[in-house]
């Protein structure tokens, strides 16, 4: 196992690739062999059945004559009507016929033997031609050393060397490849080894191939820019989390050092008071960035049914007396699937923010509508709709996003204690993103308009399917 683990992926890749190429080799080679084996072995039943055939041809017409055959390998025997050698080469003079077997149909027979009338562990190629001489029937046994495995031995020299080097070729063009392959993750490797939190703008370079490596370094890239928005984005809100928790610190410092400096002109009432207010500042700010941080570690949610034109309903009588108007229009039955505590921390976000624009009116919608093409995965039942509209000055399409950044103010001048901590609108928006929704400003006729939207219970469906067939029923 840790050989294993010492071994570079080239190193492997180029060991399986050998063994592949010198497996399938040694196949091709084998194949090689055995075909040219066969075909040696049918040329040579051939020729020694061409020798029977002439033999044959000699004993038909009574003209027998001597050497039976030119090759020195080669024995040839003449078996008589009776069973008898009558006339053989001279290695098997004297012996009885080479084999028991007769010619087919075809006057022709062919047999490997082994032993008998040869030497102990040779085998030969034994061809039968019977011959009419007579009116009785006469045998012609023609017979060769069978040809070796390797046929000649330069033969499976010359193909077992061919097939070592085509193993060594292949396996060398298989390094090749695998390293030319893998050297833009090289690339890649070395260059994200050099990236630090201080150059997080660099990027790995993409390959001039589009493969997968092309792929995974354009992931990579993409990784890299998110990471590095989120490193801004961090930098970016530690400092202005820094700002905003040094702007109360910096108030009660102020107050009680005006206190030590003036005593007989301050009062333990007012020092505690302006205290209390710059406490009671630091305290939402820094509850804010907890419920921030809870919400961007993916703490699990509450799962529960929630009605949302009765949260609405509840989150409203719950607050102190408004100094708005508040205008209902809530569809009844609007059924998700949520956290009624996060829930009412995003309406009551949306609501702090509406009363701090309305001039007079804050209106509440609640409804139901089907999924839009383009997000049916995420709202595979429907969509419920809640909308927090005022009348106030309302915000510039361009600017609509930058008011669920984090400490965001549109409006620089105003005071600090009046607008809130500047984290409402982005804890509602994650919020939202939790519950699998979407929190946005949309067009309105006169100020702004929040529109959350949330994917629609399943159990709301269900029932609307049912009362469908009820009333088909009926």
């Known amino acids: 196992m840790e050989t294993q683990r010492r071994w570079t992926i080239t190193t492997r890749i180029t060991l399986f690739t050998g063994v592949v190429a010198a497996l399938l080799c040694a196949l091709l080679a084998i194949t090689v062999m055995i075909a040219i084996h066969r075909s040696a072995t049918e040329d040579l039943i051939d020729e020694i059945t061409a020798d029977a055939g002439r033999v044959a041809h000699q004993v038909e017409h009574d003209r027998v004559s001597m050497p039976l055959v030119e090759h020195a390998d080669r024995d040839v025997q003449i078996v008589g009507p009776n069973g008898t050698v009558t006339t053989s080469t001279p290695q098997l003079r004297g012996k009885p016929a080479m084999a028991g077997f007769t010619p087919d149909h075809r006057k022709i027979a062919t047999h490997v033997v082994c032993g008998g009338v040869f030497p102990p562990g040779d085998c030969r190629i034994v061809v039968a031609q ?12 023609t017979s060769t050393p069978t040809v070796p495995a390797y046929v000649k031995p330069w033969l499976a020299a010359t193909v077992i060397g061919a097939a070592v080097v085509m193993a060594m070729a292949i396996t060398a063009l298989g390094h090749r490849i695998v390293t030319k392959c893998l050297s833009p993750v090289t690339a890649i490797r070395e260059e994200l080894d050099k990236i630090t939190d201080t150059c997080a703008d660099q990027r790995v370079p993409l390959p001039s191939a589009r493969d997968e490596i092309h792929d995974l370094a354009d992931s990579v890239n993409g990784t890299l820019a998110r990471l590095a928005a989120a490193m801004r ?12 928790l040094r702007t109360p ?46 919400l961007e570690a993916g703490q699990p949610i509450d799962r ?70 383009p997000d049916a995965h995420r709202f595979p039942n429907g969509v ?91």
């Open 130 to 141: 019977s011959a009419y001489r007579a009116g009785q029937d006469w045998i012609v046994y």
């Open 233 to 244: 984005q961090q930098r970016h809100f530690t400092s202005d989390a820094s700002h905003e």
């Open 249 to 294: 610190i910096a108030a009660i410092r102020a107050e009680v050092e005006d206190a030590m400096h003036a005593p007989e002109d301050t009062s333990v009432t007012a020092l505690a008071a302006a205290v209390l207010r710059s406490a009671n500042r630091l305290e939402a700010i820094v509850g804010d960035l907890l419920t921030i941080e809870r």
């Open 304 to 373: 529960e049914p929630i009605n949302l034109a009765e949260l609405v309903t509840a989150v409203c009588e719950r607050r102190p007396q408004p100094h708005k108007d508040f205008e209902y229009s809530l569809e009844p039955g609007v059924m998700v699937i949520g956290d009624r505590l996060r829930l009412a921390r995003l309406l009551t976000n949306l609501i702090d923010n509406a009363e701090r624009h309305a001039a007079t009116t804050i209106t509440f919608r609640v409804r139901q509508e089907p999924s839009p093409k």
């Open 384 to 474: 419920a709709v809640l909308e927090v509209a005022d009348d106030g000055p309302g915000i510039d399409p361009d600017r609509r996003e930058a008011v669920f950044q984090r400490f965001a103010r549109l409006d620089t001048a105003r005071d600090r204690y009046a607008g809130g901590t500047g984290l409402g609108l982005a804890i509602a928006r994650q919020i939202a993103e939790a519950h699998g929704g979407t929190l946005r400003i949309e067009n309105s006729a006169q100020g702004a308009r929040f529109v959350l939207r949330l994917p629609l219970s399943s159990t709301l469906q269900e029932e609307s399917q049912a009362r469908d067939k009820r009333q088909t029923a009926r």
